[in-house]
């Protein structure tokens, strides 16, 4: 195959949204440099593409994009790309017994795209059933955070959430629900504003019994916005 079908192939899987494996693609040397030393090479390279593009790197609103860029990319948005930055998944005996669906709603998501490095913004929904075990809930928050943190397909990083969730956890009874919009599918392409994608994970009685699978949908569902 030729090097221009190979790319219009590249082009229709990235497009059509065709997911890799669970785990996010990474080089064996990923960790080789530190944040610093990417974030020296990221920089000369992004002013590269912006001089490409006829941009005047010389104009005092652009001097300072190359370094701007570089920072976001290896300490913000793509920051979920080092385990280091794990966050700390610790459980607590469940002294209370509380042996019902536990269900944190509307947490928001902030991803990238990795097929065109554009923004997926929108609601995890993460539910689980303690089998002993608990966790914080803000622990939730932070490990759909983390995952977020990533180029990412939605489908891996529902799965991802949770898989780290029953890990934790040491349960099967875990379920995530995103519903996203892909800014690759609003804002170029198709465009269309108004679409968005809902992937779902679900594991243990979640899976398998149906009345369980249809009171978690009903508790994320529910309308429970409220003003502090």
Do not use: W
Request: aromatic share 8%; with cysteine.
């Amino acid at each position: 195959m030729d090097t221009i079908h190979q790319e219009d192939l590249y082009d229709d899987m990235g497009d059509g949204h065709i997911p890799g494996d669970f785990n996010t693609p990474m080089k064996e040397d990923a960790f080789a440099l530190s944040d610093e030393e990417k974030i020296a090479k990221i920089k000369p390279l992004f002013a590269e593409i912006m001089d490409v593009l006829g941009m005047d790197l010389n104009d005092d609103s652009l001097k300072g994009t190359p370094n701007r860029v570089a920072k976001m990319y290896v300490r913000e948005i793509f920051g979920g790309l080092n385990p280091e930055r794990m966050p700390g998944m610790s459980t607590f005996e469940n002294k209370y017994k509380y042996n019902q669906m536990l269900v944190e709603k509307d947490i928001v998501v902030y991803s990238t795209c990795e097929h065109h490095f554009l923004p997926i913004v929108g609601r995890a929904h993460v539910g689980y059933i303690s089998n002993g075990r608990v966790i914080g809930l803000s622990k939730i928050n932070r490990i759909v955070d983390y995952y977020a943190r990533r180029p990412q397909v939605q489908e891996r990083l529902t799965m991802q959430i949770v898989k780290s969730m029953q890990e934790a956890l040491g349960t099967q009874d875990v379920a995530c629900v995103i519903d996203a919009k892909h800014l690759c599918v609003n804002s170029r392409g198709i465009r269309d504003i108004e679409s968005s994608t809902i992937t779902a994970e679900l594991g243990g009685y979640f899976k398998t019994d149906p009345t369980t699978r249809a009171e978690f949908l009903k508790y994320i569902d529910m309308d429970t916005k409220f003003n502090v």
